[in-house]
């Protein structure tokens, strides 16, 4: 994974033969031409939840259709700056057996991201 400067406040992510770019809203001085890196660390536990609570459903039989992922994030009041909390709600596809809930809930919680902001890694900042 790479990251490269790109205009204004803007940078552009290289991943695996992918590129994305991220950039700050008008008030942080971007031109808010992509979703900011807060935005997108948030979107990725999002997606993470998401696709472990599809491979539970395809793993049971059931239909994805329907499902998605509701997210919602507030920052902190203090320093440092930082994501303070994050909501997730599942929308269950139609039909989704009630009983299952529980399970589907469990599987989904455990998702690398999510796993991985309980378990924090070990973050390293060099210069090169």
């Known amino acids: 994974m790479d990251v490269r400067f790109a205009a204004g406040e803007s940078y552009e992510v290289a991943v695996r033969g992918h590129r994305l770019l991220v950039d700050q809203p008008p008030e942080a001085g971007g031109d ?67 009983a299952r809930t529980q399970a589907l809930l469990a599987v989904a919680s455990h998702c690398t991201v999510h796993n991985s902001l309980v378990s924090p890694p070990t973050v390293t900042v060099e210069v090169l």
Do not use: W
């Open 32 to 98: 808010d031409a992509a979703p900011t890196p807060t935005e997108l660390f948030v979107a990725s536990l999002a997606t993470c939840v998401a696709f472990y609570a599809g491979r539970y459903l395809t793993r049971h039989g059931l239909d994805r259709d329907g499902l998605g992922v509701s997210v919602t994030y507030r920052m902190a009041a203090d320093r440092p700056a930082r994501v303070a909390g994050i909501r997730l709600s599942l929308r269950l596809p139609h039909g989704f057996p009630q």
